[in-house]
């Protein structure tokens, strides 16, 4: 009986666990190629570096508390990485994020920077967050 009743309380717990914890995402964004001669500069103030670039946008209920975020690109190799903010992968970077409020929603919004010539990448940028208590 005691072993039945902690089973129990452990699967309550981790019930309220889940439902407490969310994880908002902006899913698998494709970003171009920048152009096979860099003639397409579409990231202004990129150090006159040739880019294209694809801004990234997460919303979240107003009042949301944000524990993590994560960006994650594709790699050369058929892989994906999960990469620092600013951290350059292969050519391609995520930059500039920052966090604020709408009248409706907390936004996170970051940029990411492909610039590569030969091929394009994919991103995703996944934010955990919880509810205010």
Known sequence: MRL???GLVLAVASVLVAQDANTATTGWLTIPR????CTIER??????????????????????????????????EGGVAQVPLEADLQYAKFTG?????????????VTFQNRRTDHGKRGKVDVDWTSPH
């Open 4 to 6: 039945s009743i902690l």
């Open 34 to 37: 920048c152009g096979g001669n």
């Open 97 to 109: 994020a920052k966090t604020y409020s709408s009248s409706s929603n907390v936004i996170h919004e």
């Open 43 to 76: 990231c202004k103030g990129d150090n006159g570096g040739c880019a294209e670039c694809v801004l990234f946008r997460v919303y979240l209920p107003l009042g949301a508390n944000i524990k993590e975020i994560r960006y994650y690109t594709d790699t050369n």
